[in-house]
């Protein structure tokens, strides 16, 4: 049938064609605020309308007045990952029709666009045993749905879930009981099954085992459905891959500077605790280093924040190759760095992770055609089980990284007794 769109570009037109020519369902591709951005004539005729009439114009025009408020959750839900839902819609003669929407999502250019598959299920309600099968059976879902026996042997598999695993033109009747669960978590299954059995539905995260032997991490949703030949258990199988790893962005960015990817002040602060820990327990020496670069301003007064940006990571870069694995490198903000150093022998050992630092700071950059050269001042401590906690050992090489710079002797200073005294402009780590 024909698909009308609002100006969509030559790739997202072909893939409406596309979509048309493998359903006979009703369709219409909404942007975030539901505006309708393109449909087929099934979405038209079912409302006794136009796509002339429609295009534009906003979905909710097409609901039942007392099915709208929940427009916008679904509009939502759909862009987070889709969904599978029953409402009312009405006829331009003003008839309630019941019909099932199926609404999953996909970016262009950036911008989320939301597939809506309609579906008129007057006539299934009206046959409670039609209901029930079609509710699971959907083709047009964005998850995958696989209907189990009470065994485990698959009975139906729609079309996403052949699609995901891989599965081509298998032969259901010879593949093995739950055969798309990933070898690891088949020894969760009688107590997932029972708990389906038992409450009617569970929802659990596991991994599917696609035909090549690969796995993914999923979402699954298992239910059991009374059908008159007996009960079912039907699995919703949600491929969960994009949202772990956005789930790992927002961690990353919760401990890590986004500049130069050191740590950042929470992270060494976490680290820290954790040095101090061992160190109470087994006796450990801890260290702290902390650095202030200088000379930097001045390359972002004269070049600009762009340039210094450049350097900050390049000095980054260094300070990650100049210690140990177990160290942590910290970017506390502008030009001030810490690093914590657990385990190490004594103030010698300190001093001379100082100098390896204060050395490779201080060897020329070129970047973008400039040569720049940067020093720091570095302040070190030695954790005092007896006297001291995160922000004392902290502040403790702080006061010795202003001694340092006051001395300017050799780049770096040993916190010692007498330098409490000083005054320091800010606390650092806090």
């Given at each position: 049938m024909p698909v009308t769109h609002n100006g969509a570009d030559d790739d997202i037109a072909?893939?409406?064609?596309?979509?048309?020519?493998?359903?006979?369902?009703?369709?219409?591709?909404?942007?975030?605020?539901?505006?309708?951005?393109?449909?087929?004539?099934?979405?038209?005729e079912l409302h006794g309308l136009s796509a002339a009439d429609l295009i534009g114009g906003s979905i909710a025009q097409l609901r039942a007045p007392g099915a709208r408020s929940t427009l916008r959750a679904e509009l939502e839900a759909a862009c987070d990952g889709g969904l599978v839902y029953e409402t009312l819609h009405r006829h331009r003669d003003g008839t309630v029709i019941p019909v099932e929407i199926s609404a999953g999502s996909a970016t262009f250019g950036g911008r989320c666009r939301i597939f809506v598959m309609t579906r008129d299920i007057t006539r299934r309600k009206a046959v409670m045993d039609e209901l029930l099968l079609k509710s699971v059976l959907l083709d047009s879902t964005v998850d995958s749905i696989i209907v189990h026996s009470l065994e485990g042997r698959a009975l139906y598999v729609n079309g996403p879930a052949h699609q995901v695993l891989g599965l081509g033109d298998v032969d259901l009747s010879k593949t093995d009981p739950y055969f798309w669960v990933a070898p690891k978590y088949t020894v969760l299954g009688p107590s997932r099954r029972e708990t389906i059995m038992t409450q009617g539905h569970h929802t659990f995260e596991s991994e599917a085992l696609r035909a090549d032997g690969t796995t993914f991490p999923t979402e699954v949703t298992g239910s059991r459905l009374e059908l008159p030949t007996g009960p079912v258990i039907v699995a919703v199988i949600r491929g969960v891959t994009d949202r772990l790893h956005a789930e790992e962005a927002v961690r990353h960015l919760a401990y890590h500077d986004p500049l130069t990817g050191l740590a950042n002040r929470t992270q060494m602060r976490d680290q820290l605790t954790l040095a101090i820990a061992s160190s109470l327990r087994h006796g450990d020496i801890l260290g702290v280093a902390?650095?202030?670069?200088?000379?930097?301003?001045p390359i972002n007064d004269r070049l600009g924040h762009a340039m210094g940006d450049k350097a900050l990571a390049l000095i980054a870069d260094r300070?990650?190759?100049?210690?140990?694995?177990?160290?942590?490198?910290?970017?506390?903000?502008?030009?001030?760095?810490?690093?914590?150093l657990p385990r190490i022998a004594d103030t010698g050992d300190l001093e001379y992770a100082a100098k390896k630092l204060y050395d490779a700071i201080a060897q020329p950059?070129?970047?973008?055609?400039?040569?720049?050269?940067?020093?720091?001042?570095?302040?070190?401590?030695?954790?005092?089980?007896?006297?001291?906690?995160?922000?004392?050992l902290l502040i403790k090489a702080d006061l010795a990284m202003y001694s340092g710079k006051r001395d300017g002797s050799c780049g770096w200073d040993v916190y010692r007794d007498g330098m409490q005294g000083q005054t320091v402009a800010s606390g650092p780590g806090a």
């Amino acid at each position: 049938m024909p698909v009308t769109h609002n100006g969509a570009d030559d790739d997202i037109a072909r893939l409406l064609e596309g979509l048309d020519a493998v359903t006979n369902d009703a369709w219409v591709v909404l942007d975030m605020d539901g505006t309708i951005l393109a449909l087929n004539d099934r979405e038209a005729e079912l409302h006794g309308l136009s796509a002339a009439d429609l295009i534009g114009g906003s979905i909710a025009q097409l609901r039942a007045p007392g099915a709208r408020s929940t427009l916008r959750a679904e509009l939502e839900a759909a862009c987070d990952g889709g969904l599978v839902y029953e409402t009312l819609h009405r006829h331009r003669d003003g008839t309630v029709i019941p019909v099932e929407i199926s609404a999953g999502s996909a970016t262009f250019g950036g911008r989320c666009r939301i597939f809506v598959m309609t579906r008129d299920i007057t006539r299934r309600k009206a046959v409670m045993d039609e209901l029930l099968l079609k509710s699971v059976l959907l083709d047009s879902t964005v998850d995958s749905i696989i209907v189990h026996s009470l065994e485990g042997r698959a009975l139906y598999v729609n079309g996403p879930a052949h699609q995901v695993l891989g599965l081509g033109d298998v032969d259901l009747s010879k593949t093995d009981p739950y055969f798309w669960v990933a070898p690891k978590y088949t020894v969760l299954g009688p107590s997932r099954r029972e708990t389906i059995m038992t409450q009617g539905h569970h929802t659990f995260e596991s991994e599917a085992l696609r035909a090549d032997g690969t796995t993914f991490p999923t979402e699954v949703t298992g239910s059991r459905l009374e059908l008159p030949t007996g009960p079912v258990i039907v699995a919703v199988i949600r491929g969960v891959t994009d949202r772990l790893h956005a789930e790992e962005a927002v961690r990353h960015l919760a401990y890590h500077d986004p500049l130069t990817g050191l740590a950042n002040r929470t992270q060494m602060r976490d680290q820290l605790t954790l040095a101090i820990a061992s160190s109470l327990r087994h006796g450990d020496i801890l260290g702290v280093a902390y650095l202030d670069l200088d000379g930097f301003k001045p390359i972002n007064d004269r070049l600009g924040h762009a340039m210094g940006d450049k350097a900050l990571a390049l000095i980054a870069d260094r300070l990650r190759e100049n210690v140990r694995a177990g160290d942590t490198v910290a970017r506390l903000g502008g030009d001030e760095f810490a690093v914590v150093l657990p385990r190490i022998a004594d103030t010698g050992d300190l001093e001379y992770a100082a100098k390896k630092l204060y050395d490779a700071i201080a060897q020329p950059m070129a970047i973008d055609g400039h040569e720049l050269t940067i020093t720091a001042s570095i302040g070190l401590a030695l954790f005092d089980p007896d006297a001291d906690d995160i922000d004392s050992l902290l502040i403790k090489a702080d006061l010795a990284m202003y001694s340092g710079k006051r001395d300017g002797s050799c780049g770096w200073d040993v916190y010692r007794d007498g330098m409490q005294g000083q005054t320091v402009a800010s606390g650092p780590g806090a």
